[in-house]
C-alpha cells in the first residue's frame, strides 16, 4: 500500500498537457519541500525527472515542471509528446522511521 | 558513463537468504549516499534502505527491518543488500539508486534492476 495518492492514470493528445497529483499528508508532502518525481519506462531504469518540488536536473526537457500545495504535488507535462507515455511516480522525504515514500503511479498516455 | 549494475537476484525459497550486489562506475563512489528501492509485480515503488557517503549510517524500512542489511566495498566500488528470512511479499525487482551525500532523498540516477522471486 503505497504512502502518497496518485491517480491512476491521465492521457492528453500530443501538443496538450497534463497534470499529475501527488497527494501525501502533513507527516511527509506538506511538511518538507523534498518532493521528486521520476519517469519509467517498461524494461528501463526509471529515471529522475523533478527534485526539490520544482528543480529540473540537466537534461529534463522545460516541458516538465513541479509545483506544491499544502499536502499536494503535482506534475506537469507541456507540449505532450509520444515518447512522454510512461509511469510517472513522485517521492517524498516523509522522517520518521518511514524516511522515504512514494506515489501509487500514474500511466500517461498519449492519445 | 554512470553505470548502476545489478546482480545476484534470482529464485529463492521462503526462508532463505539472497546477496544483490551493485556495481557502480563512471563517478566518485565515495561521495554519493545508495539506495535499494524494490517494485513488486504489478506494484509502485518501495523505499528499502539507505546506507550513508561514509558507509556508517543506514536506514530500514519497517518492512524489512532486522531481516535485510546494506552495506559497501569502497575498494570494488560496490554496494550489497544482503536479505534473509525471505517471504514471498519481497518478491519484487530491486534497484539500486544513488543520490548525493547533501540530499539522501533525491534519488538522481537508477540501475536497471534485479528480479528476486520467493516461492516454493
Known amino acids: 500500500q503505497s504512502a502518497l495518492t496518485q491517480p491512476r492514470s491521465v492521457s492528453g493528445s500530443p501538443g496538450q498537457s497534463v497534470t499529475i497529483s501527488c497527494t501525501g499528508s502533513s507527516s511527509d508532502v506538506g511538511s518538507y519541500d523534498f518532493v521528486s518525481w521520476y519517469q519509467c519506462h517498461p524494461g528501463r531504469a526509471p529515471r529522475f525527472m523533478i527534485y526539490d518540488v520544482t528543480k529540473r536536473p540537466s537534461g529534463v526537457p522545460d516541458r516538465f515542471s513541479g509545483s506544491k500545495s499544502g499536502n499536494t504535488a503535482s506534475l506537469t507535462i507541456s507540449d505532450l509528446q509520444t515518447e512522454d507515455e510512461a509511469d510517472y511516480y513522485c517521492s517524498s522525504y516523509a522522517g520518521g522511521y518511514l524516511r522515504y515514500v512514494f506515489g501509487s503511479g500514474t500511466t500517461v498516455t498519449v492519445l | 558513463q554512470v553505470e548502476l549494475v545489478e546482480s545476484g537476484g534470482g529464485v529463492v525459497q521462503p526462508g532463505g537468504s539472497l546477496r544483490l550486489s551493485c556495481a557502480a562506475s563512471?563517478?566518485?563512489?565515495?561521495?554519493?549516499?545508495f539506495h535499494w528501492v524494490r517494485q513488486a509485480p504489478g506494484k509502485g515503488l518501495e523505499w528499502v534502505a539507505v546506507l550513508s557517503s561514509y558507509g556508517i549510517d543506514n536506514y530500514y524500512a519497517d518492512s524489512v527491518k532486522g531481516r535485510f542489511a546494506i552495506s559497501r566495498d569502497v575498494s570494488r566500488n560496490t554496494v550489497y543488500l544482503q536479505m534473509d528470512t525471505l517471504r514471498a511479499e519481497d518478491t519484487a525487482v530491486y534497484y539500486c539508486?544513488?543520490?548525493?551525500?547533501?540530499?539522501?532523498?533525491?534519488?538522481?540516477?537508477w540501475g536497471q534492476g534485479t528480479l528476486v522471486t520467493v516461492s516454493s
Open positions: 563512471g563517478f566518485t563512489f565515495n561521495i554519493y549516499a
Open positions: 539508486v544513488r543520490s548525493k551525500a547533501t540530499s539522501w532523498h533525491n534519488f538522481d540516477f
